[in-house]
């Protein structure tokens, strides 16, 4: 096999998408290029994003070798890619090179990644490149430099979100919450939204905005207000995780609800925040 062609893994890239666009410069399939490397390939070859590759850790060794990329730099660039066993002077040490394709539920699937950064990263036309959401924040693909965006799998490419600024600006200035504040604060407005609470006539505008600058956003199989939703929801799930992070370690009082309300309802630009005893939001101001 010829040398490699300069094909670099974006940040956050799936394996099976980078497998791919390195296969595509030479015009074979992931499998065929595997093989080349004398690799064996197991399970059900499938385009990203529904599934996924995991390597060996002499596969692993056999790709570096072959792009001329250090394994640091690979596994850096690859989250899922599987680290290899420590170096030796016996190839044999380092096992069997072998590759087993696998099925990604939907949640679990990559998003597509930036146009812009993928051509950048590629020698000529560019196969579409897809990336594992960064797990310190909403899930979702925001590229501020070249303005897309992505938060669903369903999209076959990201979308254009010059026409939503507040989106970037949320990105730029995010505060990475812990896990737990992350996790509540996603529940709490994926609920505000499906039920139309608080901030949905700020949200349904911020819908339009996206569909009439996207007109290649696909009706179906499910509608734009719900493959959109996380990033609809992006800028007031990051102020309310950074709100919900500062909270006390045990229940507040009366006192101390009213003000983090108030706080919050500024923060969120509301006039007033006032949720109700079934909201998400009053049930995790009453649990430590």
Request: hydrophobic share 35%; with cysteine.
């Amino acid at each position: 096999m010829p040398g490699p062609l300069r094909v670099r893994p974006l940040p956050g890239e799936a394996t099976a998408s980078y497998l791919t666009r390195l296969a595509t410069t030479y015009r074979l399939t992931p499998t065929q290029l595997l093989d080349g490397l004398t690799t064996t390939v197991t399970g059900t070859e499938n385009a990203p994003p529904a599934t996924e590759i995991r390597l060996s850790a002499e596969a692993a060794r056999r790709l570096s070798g072959f792009t001329r990329i250090p394994i640091p730099h690979l596994t850096r660039a690859l989250p899922h890619l599987r680290p290899p066993a420590p170096s030796s002077a016996n190839t044999s040490a380092h096992g069997t090179a072998t590759a087993h394709w696998h099925a990604l539920e939907t949640a679990l699937q990559p998003l597509p990644a930036c146009t812009a950064c993928t051509i950048r990263r590629s020698p000529h036309a560019a196969a579409p490149a897809w990336i594992h959401p960064a797990p310190s924040l909403p899930r979702t693909m925001i590229c501020t430099r070249h303005q897309q965006a992505a938060s669903d799998p369903r999209h076959p490419a990201p979308l254009d979100i010059r026409a939503v600024p507040e989106l970037t600006q949320a990105h730029l200035h995010a505060h990475r919450p812990t896990a737990a504040s992350l996790s509540w604060a996603s529940t709490i407005t994926t609920r505000w939204y499906d039920h139309h609470q608080h901030l949905q006539q700020r949200w349904r505008t911020r819908l339009h905005q996206l569909i009439a600058a996207n007109p290649h956003i696909p009706p179906s199989p499910a509608s734009p207000a719900l493959t959109c939703r996380e990033l609809i929801t992006y800028p007031e799930t990051l102020t309310l995780a950074a709100a919900l992070d500062r909270l006390p370690p045990h229940p507040l009082t009366r006192a101390q609800q009213t003000a983090f309300l108030h706080h919050l309802a500024g923060r969120l630009q509301l006039p007033r925040l006032a949720p109700a005893d079934h909201d998400l939001l009053w049930q995790r101001l009453h649990t430590r």
